[in-house]
Nanobody, 123 residues
Framework: QVQLVESGGGLVQAGGSLRLSCAAS????????VGWFRQAPGKERDFVAR????????NYAVSVKGRFTISRDDAKNIVYLQMNTLKPEDTAVYYC????????????????WGQGTQVTVSS
């Protein structure tokens, strides 16, 4: 079992940047593909990005492609989400989770969810 903890959220103006971290403890982090999701108030939890176990493959939601970058440092047991050119519509609680199987952009395919970190983008 792996435990995941998100950090790095905050308040930023539109056009700004943030880097989120997903720190893992427990089982070897390199055994897992990892995804980021986000959930705005009153909305469903939506896929943002995923990185494969090796780090060689990444996937992004259309809404963030070209602005967000997911990466991993297995020596530090951390997955990062670099978010640039932030927009007010990026405002949400961001969660990371380990991808076990199934479609990578569906939350049901993930487990070991962290507690989330709030990102607020002001206009």
């Amino acid at each position: 079992q792996v435990q995941l903890v998100e950090s790095g959220g905050g308040l930023v103006q539109a056009g700004g940047s943030l880097r989120l971290s997903c720190a893992a403890s427990g089982r070897a982090f390199s055994d897992y593909a990892v995804g980021w999701f986000r959930q705005a108030p009153g909305k469903e939890r939506d896929f943002v990005a995923r990185i494969s176990r090796s780090g060689a493959y990444t996937n992004y939601a259309v809404s963030v492609k070209g602005r967000f970058t997911i990466s991993r440092d297995d020596a530090k047991n951390i997955v990062y989400l670099q978010m640039n050119t932030l927009k007010p519509e990026d405002t949400a609680v961001y969660y990371c989770a380990s991808h076990y199987s199934g479609t990578y952009d569906q939350s049901i395919s993930y487990a070991n969810w962290g507690q989330g970190t709030q990102v607020t983008v002001s206009s």
